[in-house]
């Protein structure tokens, strides 16, 4: 199995996993903060692990993200850049509904697939400058870790809320 | 890059996110639950821990280190290396309660220094081969198992990180 496959079937079960989490939820579920104000709720998590992933997706193939190419701002009604998200403000991200929420992370998981399915094990070495100021350059391999990685620890927080909201067993 | 680094990497980072989420968190914390009938943070890291030990013991083909190094006495529990956590009862998972952070960290440090040099000894296609374990259709192999531990100890690692949030307030990870 090349390395590219490996990482690919990962993503994907943690991808089965979100879709698990979050499978019928409402509205009020996504924008539900049970830990509290300030505390990030389902519908931003999945929002922003979408956005995370598009933008370093997108950065390796080096094509627009998927958020400005098929217009998502605009689905999402957020006008330029969406604004920096904290605990004061997370609770104004607007996920609209499940099914433009879980669209954009539809076409974000598709782009997935297709950057990566095509990797073989020199292009994961290929170093990439950060398009963040100040940011070292990293390998690909690495980008795809740190997607990875947050990607799979929002699934698991967005089952946790899952479970705080609807009591356990859900799953 | 290989496919074992690329393990390697997502283990790693599953541990150094345990190290910041549990620094400094008291005991009281580590065994608090949000509602009864969830999981607290000493539970969550026992359990992923518990998770990777049993695969990669495994996978090796070597007695677990909750048996072999004991660690089953630092956690006051039986040697009964089949009790991973999975299927606990709400008073099982209140029932996982430790002094400090030490002894959670202290397993899952070893079971990844274990790791580590056994992720580094393989080949890509070591990663194909397949485990025996004839009740899954397609049997997996030893590189879908690694990414099973991965999956589970990420979305834990997760939901430990989440749970300090939720007890100590906001912004607790910008310091």
């Known amino acids: ?171 | 890059m290989e496919g074992a680094e690329i393990l390697k990497d997502g283990l790693t980072r599953i541990n150094r996110s345990l190290h910041r989420s549990l620094a400094d968190v008291s005991s009281e914390m580590l065994s608090k639950l949000p509602t009864p009938d969830t999981n607290s943070m000493a539970w969550l890291v026992w359990h992923l821990t518990r998770v990777h030990d049993s695969h990669l013991a495994d996978l090796i083909g070597g007695p677990e280190l909750w048996v072999s190094e004991k660690w089953h006495e630092k956690f006051n529990m039986d040697p009964d290396d089949s009790n991973t956590g999975t299927g606990h009862t709400t008073e099982q998972v209140a029932a996982i309660k430790v002094d400090s952070s030490d002894v959670l960290l202290g397993y899952a440090d070893v079971v990844l220094a274990r790791t580590i040099p056994y992720l580094e000894g393989l080949k890509s296609a070591d990663l194909d081969a397949e485990i025996n374990e004839p009740q899954w259709d397609p049997l997996p192999t030893v590189g879908t198992r690694l990414m099973s531990v991965i999956l589970d100890n990420g979305q834990h690692a997760g939901q430990v990180a989440y749970l300090r949030g939720y007890f100590e307030g906001l912004g607790w990870q910008r310091v």
């Open chain 1, 1 to 171: 199995m090349k390395a590219g496959d490996l990482y690919l079937e990962t993503i994907q079960r943690s991808d089965d996993a979100l879709r698990r989490a979050v499978a019928g939820l409402s509205t009020d579920e996504l924008r539900n903060q049970p830990a509290g104000a300030g505390s990030n709720p389902i519908g931003w998590l999945v929002w922003h692990l979408t956005r995370t992933r598009d933008s370093f997706v997108t950065g390796m193939a080096g094509t627009p993200t998927i958020w400005e190419a098929d217009g998502w701002g605009e689905k999402f009604g957020m006008q330029g850049e969406p604004p920096r998200f904290a605990p004061e403000n997370v609770n104004t991200f607007d996920p609209k509904d499940f099914e433009t929420l879980m669209g954009y992370f539809h076409s974000v998981a598709e782009k997935t697939a297709e950057v990566v399915r095509d990797l073989d094990e020199s292009d994961l070495d290929r170093m990439i400058e950060s398009t963040m100021p100040g940011r070292p350059p990293r390998s690909v391999g690495a980008r795809l870790g740190i997607i990875l990685d947050d990607n799979i620890q929002h699934v698991g927080q967005i089952a946790y809320l899952r479970g705080l909201m609807r009591g356990h067993g859900w799953f």
